[in-house]
């Protein structure tokens, strides 16, 4: 019997993508290992979660009915899945839990989502001009935390989530 993936594993895959091309709106197949971009910030973590464990999360169809490489992932669709099927936490705890995820709504501002590095910072699919790179959660407007079923999660201090 395996292990579950965890939130180090998703924080660490996320890590190996940093300098690669940003743009908005892209599409990314989510079950293609070895893509290098360009990528949007829900298709980078929803790719993310693919990766992990196979399984789509934060997209516009969430089952077997479409092929993952064609899985459309918004930070809406991530929302849906936090209030159905996800655990929604507070912002502080998702900082101190490597891979969870942090989560702006879109709404009066444009969704956003990136990885917690357990430290305060992200990883994340940040901008034209940044790519994926990392950040600080700090000082930014984020909706909620959110932790995906299926993933073990620990906080920074080794203490499960």
């Not at 079950?31 to 979660?49: I, K, Y």
């Not at 999360?57 to 490489?69: Q, R």
Request: aromatic letters at 8%.
């Amino acid at each position: 019997m395996s292990a579950r993936p965890t939130g180090a594993q998703i924080l660490a895959l996320a890590r190996t993508r940093i300098g690669e091309p940003y743009t908005f709106g892209a599409s990314v197949p989510k079950n293609d290992s070895d893509w290098r971009g360009p990528w949007d910030c829900a298709e980078f973590a929803s790719w993310l979660v693919y990766q992990t464990t196979r399984t789509l999360y934060g997209c516009a169809v969430t089952s077997h009915e479409i092929a993952p490489a064609q899985a459309d992932a918004y930070t809406g669709y991530w929302a849906r899945d936090a209030r159905l099927k996800g655990t929604r936490i507070p912002i502080a705890d998702a900082m101190r839990i490597p891979g969870a995820f942090l989560l702006r709504v879109p709404g009066e501002r444009r969704g956003h989502i990136a990885v917690s590095d357990g430290l305060g910072g992200t990883v994340e699919a940040h901008s034209a001009r940044r790519g994926v790179c990392e950040d600080t959660a700090r000082g930014r407007l984020w909706t909620t935390g959110v932790l995906v079923p299926g993933i073990d999660y620990m906080t920074s201090g080794g203490v499960p989530a």
